[in-house]
Nanobody
């Protein structure tokens, strides 16, 4: 188990960019999959995208072409580059390591991204 901490959220104008970081307290190389999820106010948490230990990525249709996930196993970091932001991207963004058991999954506390129109 590792502790996860997101950073980089804030207020940005529509069309702007932000880069979120997820710092892990320990070695992430052994974890096959790392995930970014988000939850807007009053809505269910949704998948933003994921990255494997080998660097393969998958994105939600809503962010495809605008967001990019990278991973630095050597420094135990994951990043989410967000471009062309819209107000619909306003949400709390979470870093997540799924383990196959919900009680063992690892989550950060989230970082708030607010996109103004």
């Amino acid at each position: 188990q590792v502790q996860l901490m997101e950073s980089g959220g804030g207020l940005v104008q529509s069309g702007g960019s932000l880069r979120l970081s997820c710092a892990a307290s320990g070695n992430i190389a052994s974890f096959y999959l790392m995930v970014w999820q988000r939850q807007a106010a009053g809505k269910r948490r949704e998948l933003v995208g994921s990255i494997t230990s080998g660097g393969d990525t998958v994105y939600a249709d809503s962010v495809k072409g605008r967001f990019s996930i990278t991973r630095d196993n050597a420094n135990n970091m994951m990043y989410l580059q967000m471009n062309s932001l819209t107000p619909e991207d306003t949400a709390v963004y979470y870093c997540h390591i799924p383990t196959g058991r919900a009680d063992k999954d690892m989550w950060g506390k989230g970082t708030l991204v607010t996109v103004s129109s």
